[in-house]
């Protein structure tokens, strides 16, 4: 087994074995293509595995046994190893892949990692014909109330928080209210949202407004609509 498939098998073991995969990263410097491709490969594993994790039919993973519980630790040692958040390994990146772990604050938790260290919050796949803030901003405006809505919002006032914006005119979608700037966004744990709907007119469907609030001081901070 190459070296590659020796690191990805310890990473699918339950738990993870992250001093294993440290060993085997030291072996030999790997290429920003193979650490690019461990970076995918880790985070797919996450592919919306908490709500696999609450069905009940579904025995194959728990809330215990998510690859999501230390899907930041890794992340972080291949960092250390020198992973670039931006290299694009088969028409994917990592940062894409942050937005379908759905487990309580792991996706944006490693998406900020990302931005951290070197992730362009504009990121661009030409396969994908957009940004990764355009992808995630056409998510916001229409799949209200899914499941996976929450994480995906919070990704998405990250990636402005970061410097993210429409490319066309280089805006963002949100007005800020009083003194606050997009930047309170990168400690996106203390905000919340409640979307406001709005009576419907001939032509217009599922209107509503989004307000982002303080979750503690229950101060709204910005609007969306």
Same mark, same amino acid.
């Given at each position: 087994?190459?070296?590659?498939?020796?690191? &990805?098998?310890?990473?699918?073991?339950? !738990?993870?074995?992250?001093?294993?995969?440290?060993?085997?990263?030291?072996?030999?410097?790997?290429?920003?293509?193979?650490?690019?491709? $461990?970076?995918?490969?880790?985070?797919?594993?996450?592919?919306?595995?908490?709500?696999?994790?609450?069905?009940?039919?579904?025995?194959?993973? +728990?809330?215990?046994?998510?690859? +999501?519980? %230390?899907?930041?630790?890794?992340?972080? $040692? $291949?960092? @250390?190893?020198?992973?670039?958040?931006?290299?694009?390994?088969?028409?994917?990146?990592?940062?894409?892949?942050?937005?379908?772990?759905?487990?309580?604050?792991?996706? /944006?938790?490693?998406?900020?990692?990302?931005?951290?260290?070197?992730?362009?919050?504009?990121?661009?796949? !030409?396969?994908? #014909?957009?940004?990764?803030?355009?992808?995630?901003?056409?998510?916001?405006?229409? @799949?209200?109330?899914?499941? &996976?809505?929450? #994480?995906?919002?919070?990704?998405?006032?990250?990636?402005?928080? %970061?410097?993210?914006?429409?490319?066309?005119?280089? &805006?963002?979608?949100?007005?800020?209210?009083?003194?606050?700037?997009?930047?309170?966004? &990168?400690? %996106?744990?203390?905000?919340?949202?409640?979307?406001?709907?709005? /009576?419907? @007119?001939?032509?217009?469907?599922?209107?509503?407004?989004?307000?982002?609030?303080?979750?503690?001081?229950?101060?709204?901070?910005?609007?969306?609509?």
């Amino acid at each position: 087994m190459d070296l590659i498939n020796q690191i &990805k098998e310890r990473f699918e073991m339950t !738990p993870a074995d992250l001093n294993g995969i440290r060993e085997l990263l030291t072996i030999r410097k790997l290429t920003a293509e193979e650490l690019a491709e $461990l970076a995918v490969d880790f985070t797919d594993n996450c592919f919306l595995e908490y709500r696999d994790a609450l069905d009940p039919k579904c025995e194959s993973v +728990s809330l215990r046994n998510m690859h +999501s519980n %230390y899907i930041v630790e890794a992340i972080t $040692l $291949l960092l @250390e190893f020198g992973l670039d958040p931006n290299t694009i390994i088969n028409n994917n990146n990592v940062m894409w892949n942050t937005t379908s772990i759905d487990a309580p604050n792991v996706g /944006p938790s490693v998406l900020k990692l990302l931005l951290e260290n070197g992730g362009n919050p504009n990121h661009f796949i !030409p396969n994908a #014909h957009e940004t990764l803030f355009e992808s995630i901003d056409f998510d916001v405006s229409y @799949e209200a109330y899914t499941h &996976k809505y929450f #994480h995906i919002v919070q990704c998405w006032l990250i990636l402005m928080a %970061y410097g993210a914006c429409w490319q066309d005119n280089g &805006k963002i979608p949100l007005t800020m209210l009083g003194d606050n700037t997009v930047e309170i966004f &990168k400690n %996106y744990q203390l905000y919340d949202y409640e979307i406001e709907p709005l /009576p419907q @007119e001939p032509g217009k469907f599922g209107c509503w407004i989004m307000h982002i609030y303080n979750i503690e001081t229950k101060e709204e901070v910005a609007v969306f609509k």
